[in-house]
């Protein structure tokens, strides 16, 4: 997967949108959207587990979810690896467990534990010789996976400070550069025209960074755009206005348009396919009446 995914990079083309799914039903219905990469986001991950972003993700959880979407979606997953779970060695590891998992990339940051979301304040980065060696035992232990350095200096170091930081990544070995928090177009597009790797940027909402169109990033240079929280925002939204709703109520009777159909669902998760593979199972019929 990780080869596939850095052709894709080296061919130019269209920019990769790669929308977060932080479980595998998520992913599948991405896919079914038509989207052909995925992005698995540290930060929605933890919060489905009601965890907060603070580094607390073991990497068993993240590589078991991984392997969950890999599994389900057969897509190319770009991974947030926080800080490498580690040092260099441990950032060693996370390479081959993420590719023995499914995934096609990992991004590793330059923050010191507890990290934190890109777009907080008061961030604090490692020295950039440390955090290269931890790209450079990343990309030496990689089979295959694709390689990705995040850096969080723009708010502490300005704009030159990343793309200093970033060079000296991609240097080290990594494939793509990740600038988080950048708060302008123009900044953007002066750090993807400055590094010598692909540019992935992070179209988080409520952060520092305005939201802008794929299109017109592609035309400022980057190569890879995430939104790595937005469908669990999406999903947590909806699910305050049911259980409010149902608290109310007391039935779900008011809410039927608002779901995913029984029909609906096996679709997605591929239910009667699971059935034909064991030929004494009689289909299941769905029933007729609304559901």
Known sequence: MGE???QRLAGGGSILRAPGAHDAMAGLIARDAGFDVLYVSGAAVTASRGLPDLGVLTMEELTGTVRSIARATGLPLIVDGDTGYGEALNAMRLVRELEDA????????????????????????VPTDQMA??????????????????????ASEGLQGAIARARAYAAAGADVVFPDALTSLEQIQAFASAVPVPTMINMTEFGRTPLIDAATLQAAGVSIVIWP???????????????????RDGTTAPQLDRMQTRKRLYEVIGYHEYEALDASIVRSIVPEQPD
């Open 4 to 6: 596939k995914l850095r």
């Open 102 to 125: 499914g995934a096609a990339a990992v991004h590793i940051e330059d923050q010191v534990l507890p990290k934190k979301c890109g777009h907080l304040n008061d961030k604090t980065l």
């Open 133 to 154: 060696a931890k790209v450079a035992a990343a990309r030496k232990a990689r089979r295959h996976l694709t390689i990705i350095a995040r850096t969080d200096a723009a």
């Open 229 to 247: 929280v937005s469908s669990l925002r999406i999903a947590a939204h909806a699910m305050e206005a049911f259980f409010t709703e149902l608290a």
